[in-house]
């Protein structure tokens, strides 16, 4: 079927499809209803039969992102060691101080990968070599998937302890 969209339009709602799948717009929840009026009493909380806290998982999703957007831009970037740069200690708790800087992290680290997604001169189908033919196409999927895999389990952790107000609820 001919199409008589161009190139640059559809360059243009790729761009804007991955900047709202970044901001867990559609389909998912975002992340500010995620972490909406979250009880500063179960940062540290582990759900039952579940090994990180509800903060652990907001800053696995934050260090995961960062890692993304520095092996994306930087040629010479080592990842840290997988798992265990990527989680903070199991014994690691937080206040909400810890808890606002992770969100804001987050946020910022996300604005940013919104940017590099958005500049017109990011051919996001190319194989970058340092990342090993990779595109950034495909990193930028596997951080929308990362952050909605995660944000599904922070919500059910939610639900299991009572704390998930919703219309579904």
Do not use: C
């Not at 998912?28 to 909380?45: G, I, T």
């Not at 903070?88 to 606002?100: E, I, K, M, S, V």
């Not at 958005?118 to 194989?127: G, I, M, V, W």
Request: glycine content about 4%; proline content about 7%.
């Amino acid at each position: 079927m001919k199409s008589d969209v161009s190139a640059q339009q559809m360059n243009d709602e790729a761009r804007t499809r991955l900047t709202d799948a970044l901001e867990t717009k559609g389909a998912h929840l975002s992340f500010a209803n995620a972490v909406r009026d979250f009880p500063e009493k179960l940062m540290n909380e582990k759900p039952p039969h579940v090994p990180y806290s509800f903060w652990h998982q907001l800053e696995h999703i934050r260090r995961t992102q960062r890692d993304m957007i520095d092996y994306i831009r930087d040629p010479k970037y080592v990842s840290p060691e997988w798992p265990r740069e990527y989680w903070p200690p199991q014994d690691a708790t937080t206040d909400r101080a810890g808890w606002d800087k992770t969100v804001n992290e987050y946020l910022a680290d996300r604005q940013e990968f919104i940017e590099l997604v958005s500049e017109p001169e990011t051919n996001l189908l190319a194989p970058v070599e340092h990342m090993g033919n990779r595109s950034i196409l495909r990193s930028t999927l596997i951080i929308v998937d990362h952050t909605s895999y995660h944000l599904g389990e922070f919500v059910m952790g939610r639900q299991i302890l009572g704390e998930w107000k919703s219309e579904l609820a």
